[in-house]
């Protein structure tokens, strides 16, 4: 689409693996795409990294296609929002230079730190008592006991890294980089903040917590200070506006965490309507007024991105991963999905079909497992390629079902319509099944792939002058279809579920011995 003449905003959405850019027009169609790849370092075993430097690099690699493929010039950009993977730790010198390698929300490195923080006696679900006690009524949550989460990343790099963490100024997150590089200014936003875990998420409070960086033995002068999505932060300095070829000075807001900015790009504002990001993980997720936690399924709120409401999130560990492992191992070509798409939709829906069971990355929704893996059930001598291509679609479905129960009992999100954002929602077949797993109504928004550089333009778009509040900026989503139940199946995917849910109940045992014992 060619430029009008008319504003524009910037989003960049920086995950695992790569950077997709958009320009959006006020209305909120795409002007121009663009994505750029980067490493994944896997060094050791737990061990999750990546360059910093890769991200900038990217970043100015993609950007001035955008600008030659929508024929806009830089003049036209009102406002630049940026989102990004959550729970990364980028400890950065006074000048914003990284210190180490990024250790991102995928490294498990520092288990043992998880441990001395939340750990103790008697201990619930890998909490000590007090511990949970002390993180729930603070947060309305808590570090992950398998190291996942910034407070014991920071406590490894201290105790492994004392050089570098001798020279740290700050402590940052992925999206938090950026925006530096960007405006040469430090700052976080208030659902990053809250998910280091050090944050105060009390409606009356919603500042860092004293109590809980003393317990992690984090300074206040280590963390940025915090903002709202739709903050100017500053604007973007002379060197990255060369490197980019924008405009000195245009506006950037402090933007968003990925699962905020799905939250926004679903168009959903309203309390309790849900949304489903279906990326390489997958994530329930509903805007509420009051934080709500259910610490036995691990469903929890955090702070929304403009430091109102509370995002009621419950993330699972696998989604689209499992049709990317099942293109490689069923023979499909790689990249492939609508090859798989084809072969899938040749089988049609079984009582007695085969059953996968999607959990390859062991889980954390509604059962926090790090010992499950995946595989399949009930094949039969008359199964091939087709019937568990299905399987998948339908196993990861059903894993949704399962933390929606939950889920749809602390948000009041019964049978309300489900919006799909996130890459994997290009499948329509994929989005006939949810709704027909799930028994309810599925809208995947236009151009799913691109749905974190829409929520990060949103954010803009604030800035920009466009809209008041980010509630407002909803009318820039636009769905692309509506996926309706067919009540025959019904009945059928009932009895598959009891079928899943049983598995994970008789299966769990063996698969804590099959862990234990190394195999």
Same mark, same amino acid.
């Not at 890769?54 to 993609?62: H, L």
């Not at 949704?400 to 077949?429: I, N, P, Q, T």
């Given at each position: 689409?060619?430029?009008?003449?008319?504003?524009?905003?910037?989003?960049?959405?920086?995950?695992?693996?790569?950077?997709?850019?958009?320009?959006?027009?006020?209305?909120?169609?795409?002007?121009?795409?663009?994505?750029?790849?980067?490493?994944?370092?896997?060094?050791?075993?737990?061990?999750?990294?990546?360059?910093?430097?890769?991200?900038?690099?990217?970043?100015?690699?993609?950007?001035?296609?955008?600008?030659?493929?929508?024929?806009?010039?830089?003049?036209?950009?009102?406002?630049?929002?940026?989102?990004?993977?959550?729970?990364?730790?980028?400890?950065?010198?006074?000048?914003?230079?990284?210190?180490?390698?990024?250790?991102?929300?995928?490294?498990?490195?520092?288990?043992?730190?998880?441990?001395?923080?939340?750990?103790?006696?008697?201990? +619930?679900? !890998?909490?000590?008592?007090?511990?949970?006690?002390?993180? $729930?009524? &603070?947060?309305? =949550?808590? *570090?992950?006991? @398998? /190291?996942?989460?910034?407070?014991?990343?920071?406590?490894?790099?201290?105790?492994?890294?004392?050089?570098?963490?001798?020279?740290?100024?700050?402590?940052?997150?992925?999206?938090?980089?950026?925006?530096?590089?960007?405006?040469?200014?430090?700052?976080?936003?208030?659902?990053?903040?809250?998910?280091?875990?050090?944050?105060?998420?009390?409606?009356?409070?919603?500042?860092?917590?004293?109590?809980?960086?003393?317990?992690?033995?984090?300074?206040?002068?280590?963390?940025?200070?915090?903002?709202?999505?739709?903050? +100017?932060? !500053?604007?973007?300095?002379?060197?990255?506006?060369?490197? $980019?070829? &924008?405009?000195? =000075?245009? *506006?950037?807001? @402090? /933007?968003?965490?990925?699962?905020?900015?799905?939250?926004?790009?679903?168009?959903?504002?309203?309390?309790?309507?849900?949304?489903?990001?279906?990326?390489?993980?997958?994530?329930?997720?509903?805007?509420?007024?009051?934080?709500?936690?259910?610490?036995?399924?691990?469903?929890?709120?955090?702070?929304?991105?403009?430091?109102?409401?509370?995002?009621?999130?419950?993330?699972?560990?696998?989604?689209?991963?499992?049709?990317?492992?099942?293109?490689?191992?069923?023979?499909?070509?790689?990249?492939?999905?609508?090859?798989?798409?084809?072969?899938?939709?040749?089988?049609?829906?079984?009582?007695?079909?085969?059953?996968?069971?999607?959990?390859?990355?062991?889980?954390?929704?509604?059962?926090?497992?790090?010992?499950?893996?995946?595989?399949?059930?009930?094949?039969?001598?008359?199964?091939?390629?087709?019937?568990?291509?299905?399987?998948?679609?339908?196993?990861?479905?059903?894993?949704?079902?399962?933390?929606?129960?939950?889920?749809?009992?602390?948000?009041?999100?019964?049978?309300?319509?489900?919006?799909?954002?996130?890459?994997?929602?290009?499948?329509?077949?994929?989005?006939?099944?949810?709704?027909?797993?799930?028994?309810?109504?599925?809208?995947?928004?236009?151009?799913?792939?691109?749905?974190?550089?829409?929520?990060?333009?949103?954010?803009?778009?604030?800035?920009?002058?466009?809209?008041?509040?980010?509630?407002?900026?909803?009318?820039?989503?636009?769905?692309?279809?509506?996926?309706?139940?067919?009540?025959?199946?019904?009945?059928?995917?009932?009895?598959?579920?009891?079928?899943?849910?049983?598995?994970?109940?008789?299966?769990?045992?063996?698969?804590?011995?099959?862990?234990?014992?190394?195999?």
């Amino acid at each position: 689409m060619a430029d009008d003449g008319q504003g524009l905003v910037l989003g960049y959405d920086f995950g695992t693996s790569a950077l997709k850019a958009a320009l959006f027009d006020k209305a909120g169609r795409v002007v121009a795409s663009g994505t750029g790849p980067y490493k994944l370092l896997l060094p050791e075993p737990g061990w999750a990294e990546q360059y910093p430097t890769d991200w900038w690099e990217a970043m100015g690699a993609v950007t001035p296609r955008l600008l030659q493929d929508s024929g806009a010039e830089a003049s036209r950009i009102a406002a630049i929002g940026v989102t990004a993977q959550m729970c990364g730790v980028v400890p950065v010198d006074a000048e914003g230079e990284a210190l180490v390698n990024a250790l991102i929300w995928l490294d498990t490195r520092s288990t043992g730190e998880a441990d001395r923080l939340i750990g103790g006696w008697p201990k +619930i679900g !890998g909490y000590g008592l007090i511990n949970l006690i002390r993180w $729930l009524r &603070l947060t309305g =949550g808590a *570090p992950n006991p @398998a /190291g996942k989460d910034p407070p014991t990343k920071m406590m490894w790099l201290k105790a492994n890294a004392p050089a570098a963490w001798a020279r740290t100024h700050r402590l940052l997150d992925v999206k938090d980089y950026i925006v530096h590089r960007l405006t040469g200014r430090f700052a976080t936003s208030f659902d990053c903040a809250h998910l280091t875990w050090l944050f105060d998420a009390r409606a009356q409070h919603k500042q860092w917590s004293a109590t809980l960086m003393r317990r992690a033995g984090v300074a206040r002068d280590l963390l940025p200070d915090i903002a709202r999505a739709t903050d +100017i932060v !500053g604007g973007l300095t002379a060197e990255a506006a060369e490197r $980019l070829t &924008l405009r000195e =000075g245009t *506006p950037v807001v @402090a /933007g968003l965490g990925d699962v905020s900015a799905a939250a926004l790009a679903a168009g959903a504002p309203e309390h309790g309507a849900p949304h489903l990001g279906l990326g390489s993980s997958a994530w329930l997720g509903a805007m509420l007024p009051k934080s709500r936690v259910n610490p036995l399924t691990n469903i929890g709120s955090i702070s929304g991105a403009d430091g109102k409401d509370y995002l009621l999130v419950a993330a699972q560990e696998n989604g689209g991963s499992c049709v990317g492992w099942a293109l490689r191992t069923l023979g499909f070509a790689d990249g492939d999905f609508a090859g798989f798409e084809r072969c899938a939709g040749e089988a049609r829906p079984r009582v007695d079909g085969p059953m996968f069971l999607p959990w390859l990355a062991g889980e954390r929704v509604p059962a926090d497992d790090k010992n499950l893996r995946g595989g399949f059930l009930n094949l039969g001598p008359n199964d091939g390629r087709a019937e568990m291509a299905r399987a998948v679609y339908e196993g990861v479905a059903l894993n949704v079902r399962w933390a929606m129960s939950d889920f749809d009992r602390l948000a009041g999100s019964a049978g309300k319509a489900l919006r799909v954002v996130g890459g994997a929602a290009v499948s329509r077949l994929w989005c006939q099944i949810f709704a027909d797993v799930l028994g309810r109504p599925v809208e995947p928004i236009e151009n799913p792939v691109l749905g974190g550089p829409l929520g990060a333009a949103m954010a803009a778009s604030v800035a920009a002058g466009w809209h008041k509040k980010l509630a407002d900026a909803a009318m820039m989503t636009r769905t692309g279809g509506r996926f309706e139940p067919a009540p025959e199946l019904a009945p059928l995917y009932d009895l598959r579920f009891r079928r899943f849910a049983a598995a994970h109940k008789k299966l769990r045992p063996w698969y804590a011995g099959a862990r234990g014992s190394g195999a």
